[in-house]
């Protein structure tokens, strides 16, 4: 197949001989086959054909097909979705659970800020209404005083 090929070119041109190679396909090396017998010989049947032919052949057994597996009542999918929401309802229930506390604290936390402002106002109340009693201190009168051209008269 290496025959030398000519191609022409266009006008003007010489001409080239050029060799093309085809490449051969490798053929596997053919494995040799080794005989297996049969656990068991199959029964060989022969039919008579109406027109008076004889054919002989192994008699095919018919395939068992496999047997039907029971399925669950519930399917697995089914049980694992089922799962997964009470899991997410616990979750949910809990986080509920979590808001109130939080709601009950802040809630809590007001009430004592507001009692603790209501006594001490009525601790500072007591100091200021009990210091005008009298204590046995030195009492000054304030007269009506005038003041004139930035001068204090009496």
């Not at 008076?52 to 519930?74: C, D, F, H, N, S």
């Not at 209501?118 to 046995?136: E, N, T």
Request: a positive charge; glycine letters at 10%; aromatic letters at 4%.
């Amino acid at each position: 197949m290496n025959e030398p090929t000519t191609h022409r070119r266009a006008a003007g041109h010489e001409t080239t001989a050029v060799q093309v190679h085809t490449p051969a396909p490798i053929t596997p090396a053919p494995e040799q086959a080794v005989p297996v017998q049969p656990g068991h010989i199959p029964a060989v049947a022969s039919i008579v054909m109406p027109d008076g032919r004889v054919i002989t052949g192994y008699a095919l057994t018919p395939m068992q097909p496999e047997p039907v597996v029971p399925k669950p009542p519930v399917s697995r999918a089914a049980v694992n979705v089922a799962l997964g929401g009470v899991g997410f309802l616990a979750v949910c229930g809990g986080l509920l659970l979590l808001t109130t506390f939080i709601a009950a604290l802040t809630a809590l936390i007001t009430q004592l800020v507001i009692l603790a402002a209501v006594i001490f106002g009525g601790w500072i109340a007591v100091q200021v209404l009990s210091a005008s009693g009298d204590r046995g201190g030195t009492t000054v009168n304030i007269r009506k005083a005038v003041i004139k051209r930035n001068r204090f008269y009496q």
